[in-house]
């Protein structure tokens, strides 16, 4: 079955960037997405058709998909940006979810 | 607005049958997918499968296909997941929400609140 890699953890730093990768065969043909979820939480979408940004998600998060990683920037960490992070993309005839990413701001 | 509100959380003893809701306001129900996704205790998202209200048409996951059945009432904006035969691995949190048509990247666009299922004798 497709898979979608996740680092396992991030740590970073108040005001210093994070990025976390998501590595799947098939994504240099489909886009990635990207959610946000924070601990008794819904998932949230912060980034989708890797690069864009909904409504009401800040700047400072930003997506990119090259060959087949697909990556997350989060510029200028805050400690509200603390969360657990998934990737996904579409498979054969089947979405999946990357294995997740913690962040954490130290 | 779009919201998506689930049904409460629910206990259960292994081999009882269960069927969980979701509700869609705010936009057209029968012509949006609504999907469904589990979330065991501290692990990660997984992607069930989706199903189109318009016509009922499904696509399951590999690792969920005969597990669960989707359902909807498009009468009254509800999408279902349903057990009839629940297992103590099916403890966990399961969200509907509403992706985008797969070849514009098939992400997930709102979600609702979850749903809590302990499967417990």
């Known amino acids: 079955s497709y898979e979608l890699t996740q680092p396992p953890s991030v740590s970073v730093s108040p005001g210093q960037t994070a990025s976390i990768t998501c590595s799947g065969d098939?994504?240099?043909?489909?886009?990635a997405s990207w959610y946000q979820q924070k601990p008794g939480q819904s998932p949230v979408l912060v980034i989708y058709q890797d690069t864009k940004r909904p409504s009401g998600i800040p700047e400072r998060f930003s997506g990119s998909n090259s060959g087949k990683t697909a990556t997350l920037t989060i510029s200028g960490t805050q400690p509200m940006d603390e969360a657990d992070y998934y990737c996904q993309a579409w498979g054969s005839r089947s979405g999946v979810f990357g294995t997740g990413t913690k962040v954490t701001v130290l | 607005d779009v919201h998506l509100v689930q049904s409460g959380a629910e206990v259960k003893k292994p081999g009882e049958s269960l069927k969980i809701s979701c509700k869609g306001s705010g936009y057209s129900f029968a012509t949006y997918w609504i999907g469904w996704v589990r979330q065991m205790p501290g692990k990660g998202l997984e992607w069930m499968g989706v199903i189109y209200p318009a016509d009922s048409d499904t696509r399951y996951s590999p690792s969920f296909q005969g597990q669960v059945t989707f359902s909807v009432d498009k009468s009254i904006n509800t999408a279902y997941l349903q057990w009839t035969s629940l297992k103590a691995s099916d403890t966990a949190i399961y969200y509907c929400?509403?992706?985008?048509?797969?070849?514009?990247?098939?992400?997930?666009?709102?979600w609702g609140q979850g749903t809590q299922i302990v499967v417990s004798s």
């Open positions: 098939k994504l240099d043909d489909e886009y």
């Open positions: 929400a509403r992706p985008v048509p797969a070849a514009e990247g098939g992400h997930f666009d709102f």
